[in-house]
């Protein structure tokens, strides 16, 4: 089973930026893709960014692209969020996710072109706080 812990959150003002990380522990942790999910106050949980497990191919939210890096370390088992020029749109907390190829009805996933990405294991989150 796959253990993910964040890191990295905190308050940062509307321009800042920030770099969470998420640390996979647990069996062979590179076989899974990585994806990063934000769910803000009274919102649904959202899609941010993934990466898949081997080739490094990424998925972006049309709100981030441009913004949001998402990148991973396997000799580190960690993944990366580097986001820049934040708005308070961006204000979440910010879960990290781990999953391998698969669609199951009912179950988050992350689309990377044409593979689909069940995502089965989370972290607790860390919130990330834009605002003046």
């Known amino acids: 089973q796959l253990q993910l812990v964040e890191s990295g959150g905190g308050l940062v003002q509307p321009g800042g930026s920030l770099l969470l990380s998420c640390v996979a522990s647990g069996f062979t942790s590179d076989y899974y893709a990585i994806g990063w999910f934000r769910q803000a106050p009274g919102k649904e949980r959202e899609g941010v960014s993934c990466i898949s497990s081997s080739d490094g191919r990424t998925f972006y939210a049309d709100s981030v692209k441009g913004r949001f890096t998402i990148s991973r370390d396997h000799a580190k088992s960690t993944a990366y969020l580097q986001m820049i020029d934040l708005k308070p749109e961006d204000t979440a907390v910010y879960y990290c996710?781990?999953?391998?190829?698969?669609?199951?009805?009912?179950?988050?996933?992350?689309?990377?072109?044409?593979?689909?990405?069940?995502?089965?294991?989370w972290g607790k989150g860390t919130l990330v706080t834009v605002s003046s």
């Open positions: 996710a781990g999953g391998t190829p698969g669609l199951t009805a009912g179950q988050p996933v992350c689309v990377i072109g044409q593979s689909y990405y069940d995502m089965r294991y």
